[in-house]
């Protein structure tokens, strides 16, 4: 068995590549392919089957075009609604992939069409299995159960569900089975997952609290409680995951701008670079949305798909990035881009505040927000902070009071800078991006809260 795990940090997605003789499965791809095309290639394979887990809400998958390039044969659980050629499972289906038996459970409660992947290797037979999860259990979480509600069904009725897939199949298998989610720690998928990508059923056992002996009325309240706000983008990327995406060749290319043209640009500016960059001179009511952070995610969350965008960056390669990152969650409409190299317009700036800087500077006449989700700051933050999650700024900002002089800060300083960014453009005229964040705060002893545990829910 050839065995490789794909980990897309941007999203916290994780993707495999598993092959036997020649024959090759990709389960849950990532919307740009090239990579699993070149592992086949590199080990002589062809890729016989393309494997869904459930249809993804925080990204758009790669599904169709991957399929269309290799003849390969898509597959879901019989549940899902697809608009394109599919191979529908079943529980307890099984397939050959040269000397590999997969097969099939149905696993709903995350989504009603969620299966998980049983894959034994006949070459090893007393090896252990490797079981592909997708959103049914995570490392030190599980799915969560709010995210179709469209669909009919209630959280709580999700919930149940996957306690019965949880018991009824994934439990029964043996401890040494090898677990392999979808997402690791920073997906929106859901609330306390792990940082590690893999793990055993039997750690899994023993860590995870949704694992622990506890009746279904209470796993329900576990698991159905306390779910950060679900991105608006999520809906628009699972149905587009059913009906199957363009090719990312076939999408425009974005045009280059002049600095009229950005400076009036009748949509979205992201500015891609840097929080020291874009503070130190960047394009007027553009936002800071850095690659070097989950920039598809915050993007999908805070734009709403099919507004107009465009790019400011260093490099091209850098827009050419960008692009492939918005189209990775169902963001197709960057319209055009400008180098900040070449811009002569004006400019705004925001000014870079270490923790010391700060703690000195705080007094009535200031404001301090905390953008992280409201779990993070009850767990741990600099005293005398608002916490205005980011996803939640623009809709509360009336808490906040513009003419006041205002210092933004996340765990690191990246969300702070496009929070600086987001109240620039409501017309604050002193925000201040907190460097370092709260990392660095409570590193240098500074005066700081708890006000929850920090216990796993």
């Given at each position: 068995m050839k065995f490789k795990?794909?980990?897309?940090?941007?999203?916290?997605?994780?993707?495999?590549?598993?092959?036997?003789?020649?024959?090759?499965?990709?389960?849950?791809?990532?919307?740009?392919?090239t990579q699993y095309l070149d592992e086949a290639e590199a080990n002589g394979d062809t890729i016989k089957y393309v494997i869904e887990t459930h249809s993804?809400?925080?990204?758009?998958?790669?599904?169709?075009?991957?399929?269309?390039?290799?003849?390969?044969?898509?597959?879901?659980?019989?549940?899902?609604?697809t608009e394109f050629e599919t191979l529908k499972v079943k529980d307890g289906d099984e397939l050959p992939l040269g000397d590999i038996n997969l097969t099939f459970l149905e696993t709903p409660g995350h989504t009603p069409e969620g299966i998980t992947i049983l894959a034994k290797d006949n070459e090893d037979p007393t090896g252990p299995l490797k079981m592909f999860t997708g959103d049914t259990l995570f490392i030190g979480d599980v799915g969560r159960p709010d995210l179709i509600g469209s669909k009919g069904f209630t959280a709580e009725q999700m919930a149940s569900m996957l306690y019965d897939s949880l018991h009824d199949k994934i439990l029964p298998l043996p401890d040494d089975t090898l677990v392999y989610p979808a997402h690791g720690a920073g997906s929106l998928c859901g609330k306390s997952l792990s940082s590690e990508t893999f793990s055993t059923l039997g750690e899994q056992r023993r860590t995870n609290y949704a694992l622990r002996p506890m009746s279904r009325e209470d796993f329900i309240k576990a698991v159905a409680s306390d779910q950060p706000e679900v991105p608006a983008y999520f809906p628009v990327s699972a149905s587009q995951n059913l009906k199957g995406s363009a090719d990312l060749a076939d999408l425009p290319k974005p045009e280059r701008l002049d600095s009229k043209q950005i400076a009036n640009f009748d949509g979205v500016v992201i500015d891609v670079r840097p929080n020291a960059q874009?503070?130190?001179?960047?394009?007027?009511?553009?936002?800071?949305?850095?690659?070097?952070?989950?920039?598809?995610?915050?993007?999908?969350?805070?734009?709403?798909?099919?507004?107009?965008?465009?790019?400011?960056?260093?490099t091209e390669e850098q827009v050419d990035?960008?692009?492939?990152?918005?189209?990775?969650?169902?963001?197709?409409?960057?319209?055009?881009?400008?180098?900040?190299?070449?811009?002569?317009g004006d400019t705004k700036t925001v000014e870079q505040v270490s923790v010391d800087?700060?703690?000195?500077?705080?007094?009535?006449?200031?404001?301090?927000?905390?953008?992280?989700?409201?779990?993070?700051?009850?767990?741990?933050?600099?005293?005398?902070t608002i916490n205005i999650p980011l996803d939640k700024l623009s809709r509360e900002i009336d808490q906040l009071d513009?003419?006041?002089?205002?210092?933004?800060?996340?765990?690191?300083?990246?969300?702070?800078?496009?929070?600086?960014?987001?109240?620039?453009?409501?017309?604050?005229?002193?925000?201040?991006?907190?460097?370092?964040?709260?990392?660095?705060?409570?590193?240098?002893?500074?005066?700081?809260?708890?006000?929850?545990?920090?216990?796993?829910p």
């Open positions: 795990q794909f980990y897309l940090g941007c999203l916290a997605h994780a993707s495999y590549y598993i092959s036997s003789n020649g024959e090759a499965a990709v389960i849950d791809p990532q919307r740009d392919v993804h809400a925080d990204f758009v998958s790669g599904h169709v075009e991957l399929a269309k390039k290799t003849g390969a044969k898509i597959i879901f659980g019989q549940r899902a609604n874009y503070g130190a001179g960047h394009v007027p009511n553009s936002i800071n949305i850095g690659l070097g952070g989950q920039f598809a995610s915050w993007a999908g969350t805070l734009i709403t798909v099919g507004t107009p965008i465009a790019i400011v960056a260093e990035e960008a692009v492939m990152r918005l189209a990775r969650v169902g963001e197709e409409s960057v319209k055009g881009f400008i180098l900040f190299a070449d811009y002569d800087q700060v703690n000195q500077k705080l007094n009535d006449d200031t404001q301090f927000v905390d953008v992280r989700r409201s779990a993070e700051h009850a767990a741990g933050h600099a005293a005398k513009p003419d006041k002089p205002t210092y933004v800060i996340c765990q690191g300083g990246y969300r702070s800078s496009l929070g600086t960014s987001i109240l620039e453009n409501a017309g604050f005229d002193h925000v201040y991006n907190v460097t370092g964040g709260t990392k660095a705060w409570l590193e240098a002893g500074l005066p700081s809260e708890e006000t929850a545990a920090k216990a796993a």
